[in-house]
């Protein structure tokens, strides 16, 4: 077990050295090939020409001069704390982790990227947890019950959600649950769950619902699919055969070795979803990650793009190794 861990980290490792080298390249490289000074994304309009000296000095000050090699080393060495200027005014310290300043919005990417990252997770963290229950438990129930009225209206409910986007389902959960029952306050805005944990829920309720509503039908249909064949296997014939009770068969030996698969996909999506809940965050007007990685697209902020793809890349990479990790728990024949 610790060799595959060792194996599996260092691979995490790589992987992450390997997306900073590309992401640094494409963020460098391409206001380049647009034959623009990435000054200009990083400080905003300024009254210099092109080629012009005043340019060429802030190049010079912001390292853009340097050889791209040189300019990454830079750039790495800086998450862990250095200090910005803009070539004009008093340089700014900026500790680790330090993905830059965003003159733009006079703040440190890292506080912007901080300020972003609960509200992305309270909404993926629960929303998770929802759909992870109810999909493996409808799909379970459709598997045991194939063609019953249970398999059907749990199948049915599937299809219909999954053919409902989240800009559908969530402004119909704000109708109904806060205009018109008016069971969630108008004015719920995120608040931290360790500040007053009611707010935080009631602003998370119904995200949490829109979100879940999508993957759960996911999830049901795969876990239907992963137990129908697993219940089908040798294995649990012999289990039976040896006088194991029901509840024992499904859970201790079907559902273990369906949960597999789904594992994988249930990282993955975790991984992803960091950084691109846009639609949800902008129907229920919450400030993730999302958010800030669409205003940032949109003020071509180019050192919040580049903090956040970071970030959401080592997410994606986490979420990789933890599922490999639990792959070790569930079906240990994956570490030999």
């Given amino acids: 077990m610790i060799r595959f861990l060792i194996r599996r980290i260092a691979g995490a490792v790589v992987v992450v050295w390997i997306v900073s080298v590309v992401t640094f390249l494409i963020f460098q490289i391409a206001p380049a090939l647009s034959n623009t000074s990435p000054v200009y994304y990083y400080v905003g309009k300024i009254p210099f020409k092109p080629g012009s000296t005043q340019l060429k000095l802030l190049e010079h000050r912001f390292g853009f001069d340097l050889p791209i090699w040189q300019q990454y080393t830079n750039f790495i060495g800086g998450i862990f704390g250095k200090q910005i200027s803009d070539g ?39 929303a998770a947890i929802l759909w992870l229950i ?14 019953s009225i249970v398999d059907r209206v749990g199948m049915g409910g599937a299809l219909a959600a999954v053919s409902l986007p989240i800009f559908f389902t969530g402004p119909l959960l704000l109708l109904v649950f806060q205009y018109t029952l008016g069971w969630i306050p108008l004015s719920t805005a995120y608040v931290s769950p360790f500040v007053n944990p009611l707010g935080w829920f009631q602003s998370m309720i119904l995200p949490w619902v829109a979100l879940a509503f999508l993957f759960a039908a996911l999830y049901a249909r795969l876990t239907r699919s992963n137990m129908i064949e697993t219940m089908s296997e ?3 014939r012999t289990a039976r055969a040896k006088g194991l009770s029901r509840q024992t068969v499904v859970v201790r030996h079907g559902l273990r070795a369906a949960l597999t698969p789904i594992v994988t996909i249930f990282g993955i999506d975790l991984g992803t979803l960091i950084g691109s809940t846009v639609i ?38 986490v979420a990789n190794l933890l599922v490999d990790i639990a792959y070790g728990i569930i079906d240990p024949r994956v570490t030999v």
């Fill in 88 to 126: 004009v005014n008093t340089p700014i310290d900026c500790p680790f982790p330090c993905f830059g300043y965003s003159f733009r919005q006079n703040e440190l990417v890292s506080v912007l990227i901080g300020r972003a990252i609960p509200v992305s997770a309270s909404i993926i963290v629960g």
């Fill in 134 to 147: 109810f999909g493996v438990l409808v799909g379970t129930l459709s598997a045991l019950k194939p063609g």
């Fill in 234 to 236: 040798d294995f649990i």
């Fill in 280 to 317: 949800t965050e902008s129907v229920f007007n919450l400030r993730g990650l999302g958010y800030l990685s669409i205003q940032s697209i949109l003020q071509q902020d180019l050192p919040v793009i580049l903090g956040v793809t970071i970030i959401a890349a080592v997410a994606l990479v």
